[in-house]
């Protein structure tokens, strides 16, 4: 079993950054952050195998976030730069205990965190 506890979310104005962390209590393998907004479906931002630190990254991402990971603390970091109105969501920690290649997948993690919110505005 594993928990996960998110912390950094809050409202900043367009071109601003952000910094999202998630807490893992228990093994990991692959940690992942996703997001929603209203009425949207649930997409991947960025993905980190906590063993290889290898990322993957969606376009909407590229160039523009970072995840990275506190093995010490266990805790994974998704530094968002040049933030945008549509990067308004929730987002969401995800973790599996296995290692997950592909692409990423909201069905291939096994757990979630409760989400904390992002807001930009122009």
């Known amino acids: 079993q594993v928990q996960l506890v998110e912390s950094g979310g809050g409202s900043v104005q367009a071109g601003e950054s952000l910094r999202l962390f998630c807490s893992a209590h228990?093994?990991?393998?692959?940690m992942a952050w996703f997001r929603q907004a209203p009425g949207k479906e649930r997409e991947g931002v960025a993905q980190?195998?906590?063993?290889?630190?290898?990322?993957l990254y969606t376009d909407s991402a590229k160039g523009r976030f970072t995840i990275s990971q506190d093995n010490a603390k266990n805790t994974v970091c998704l530094q968002m730069n040049s933030l945008k109105p549509e990067d308004t969501a929730m987002y969401y920690c995800?973790?599996?205990?296995?290692?997950?290649?592909?692409?990423?997948?909201?069905?291939?993690?096994?757990?979630w965190g409760q989400g904390t919110q992002v807001t930009v505005s122009s």
């Open positions: 995800a973790a599996s205990q296995s290692t997950i290649i592909g692409g990423m997948s909201a069905r291939a993690f096994e757990y």
């Open positions: 228990g093994y990991t393998a692959t």
């Open positions: 980190i195998d906590t063993r290889t630190s290898n990322t």
